[in-house]
């Protein structure tokens, strides 16, 4: 599909009659997203119908609304004041959650037993319940947000008006300059460097005298610096945040560091404690991963020649304003409409297959998956009735992993995502078959990484708590069945067959 196939969709956003009840504040100085204070919160558990003693007597009546949208701070506030009454609610809740949640560390007792027990994760959520800013995190649900577009006078002015040699540096604290002197003085023989440092009386001296600070600035003001500027310069924190996208939406190419090694929660002191194992290659996975050159240049700073060779490219450089459709409002709307349409947790999935399933299946054995032509990808037989599901089961490309991959490596480097509503459908004899894995033996355990078969003999191994299932989980001892699928140009929440 086109990418002006993807924008012209807006004939798919039917008026919808869900209600919402939604715990949100904007945080005045970021963009994190924080539950409403307590202070309210009488009205809200009266709202929700939940009787005096701290949710120890049952509900009065149904729910008044279909979604509630919090975040970790509030399902913590509402285990407070609910106590038994929120598992009743618990199919409801929708987390907004920055960094993601992975499986092993959302099962509480799985979590508790194997070490990955953080004060963020234990909530026994299906993990598609989290619902994240970028698409790092394949077990949670991509809800993200929307940056300003450009209309096409507007693209016309940015591109008037852009300075060739004017740089501003993503950096508001003073602390996040430290260290970035040699840095700084390369980037000033060839540009003119502007900060929005924070400072109440005195210039930080951190900020070099050459840089041209102009205090913290308001979002208006800062969106005029954003349209003159060629060039954005992140300085490896903070982190996965949306200026970037706003930046490149003005104009700018986003120069960014890249770590060597990946930063994650077992070698950095930001992520841990995070419910994420979750490696993070540079300061902005998604601007380096969906978005890439002409946009977003990521090197690595400590290499001065190639730093000097990115700023002489940048130089020369002609980049118009983009935004990836899935930032957009209707890109948005197009995303969590088909989440509220067709997500249901409320009703769990029996076990796959039955009885009756198996019977309508060819093959000997029997058997609901075939290999594609010369490849050694299986999909979903397209003469096999597919059972309900969203995304739809024509959407399967199942793979077996290499040793020591994760699924969300695995469905990438083939140009694809793991989908994690598809495991309960590969968690069977038939999956290994389509494979063509040998099983001379086959047990159920729970363990993050199964559906898998050992690395060096043929045991093979399903997934006994469905809580379990992970996009995320990597083995050096396993290799992994993977379900993985196509996206959308520009959509990568949703599949070719999803809409």
Not at 63 to 86: V, W
Request: aromatic share 12%; with cysteine.
């Amino acid at each position: 599909m086109e990418m002006d196939g993807a924008l012209s969709r807006t004939d798919r956003l039917p008026a919808d009659s869900h209600k919402f009840h939604m715990w949100k504040e904007e945080h005045p100085s970021s963009h994190e997203w924080c539950a409403t204070r307590l202070c309210v919160f009488w009205k809200t558990t009266k709202f929700l119908g939940v009787p005096p003693g701290r949710g120890s007597c049952p509900l009065r009546g149904p729910l008044p609304f279909d979604l509630i949208y919090t975040d970790y701070h509030g399902l913590q506030q509402m285990k407070q004041h609910m106590g038994l009454s929120l598992r009743k609610h618990k199919c409801h809740i929708r987390v907004i959650d920055t960094f993601g949640t992975e499986p092993a560390y959302n099962h509480e007792e799985y979590a508790t037993l194997h070490g990955y027990r953080t004060n963020w994760g234990y909530w026994n959520l299906n993990c598609r319940q989290y619902m994240t800013m970028f698409p790092h995190t394949p077990d949670n649900s991509f809800m993200g947000f929307v940056a300003e577009e450009m209309n096409e006078t507007e693209r016309l002015s940015i591109q008037r008006e852009k300075v060739n040699n004017m740089v501003v540096v993503y950096g508001k604290e003073a602390n996040m300059w430290k260290g970035k002197d040699k840095f700084l003085t390369i980037l000033h023989r060839y540009m003119d460097i502007h900060g929005t440092v924070y400072y109440e009386t005195q210039r930080p001296p951190e900020v070099p005298a050459f840089v041209r600070n102009h205090g913290l600035l308001p979002q208006h003001e800062l969106q005029q610096l954003l349209r003159k500027a060629k060039l954005f310069v992140g300085f490896g924190f903070p982190y996965e945040g949306p200026a970037p996208l706003e930046a490149i939406a003005n104009g700018c190419i986003f120069l960014q560091p890249k770590f060597h090694p990946p930063r994650s929660s077992l070698n950095n002191e930001f992520f841990r404690g995070k419910p994420m194992s979750r490696e993070v290659s540079s300061q902005h996975p998604y601007a380096e991963q969906y978005i890439g050159r002409p946009h977003v240049i990521t090197v690595d700073y400590n290499n001065s020649e190639e730093v000097e060779a990115v700023i002489r490219e940048v130089l020369k450089a002609k980049v118009e304003p983009f935004l990836p459709y899935e930032y957009t409002c209707e890109g948005m709307l197009e995303r969590v409409n088909a989440y509220i349409q067709h997500q249901d947790f409320c009703h769990l999935d029996g076990p796959f297959p039955s009885a009756n399933d198996s019977k309508l299946w060819p093959g000997n054995p029997p058997s609901p998956f075939v290999l594609l032509p010369n490849s050694t990808v299986v999909v979903w037989a397209p003469n096999v009735t597919a059972p309900a599901c969203w995304p739809p089961l024509s959407a399967l490309r199942l793979l077996l992993a290499r040793e020591a991959f994760s699924c969300v490596k695995t469905c990438q480097d083939s140009g694809l995502v793991c989908e994690p509503a598809f495991f309960n459908f590969i968690n069977n004899m038939e999956a290994f078959n389509g494979l063509d894995v040998q099983c001379e033996a086959l047990e159920a355990e729970k363990n993050h990484v199964f559906p898998a078969v050992a690395a060096e003999r043929r045991e093979c191994f399903l997934q006994k708590e469905p809580l379990l299932f992970s996009c995320a989980g990597v083995s050096t001892k396993h290799r992994r069945l993977c379900p993985c699928r196509d996206y959308l140009p520009g959509q990568v929440a949703l599949c070719r067959d999803c809409l």
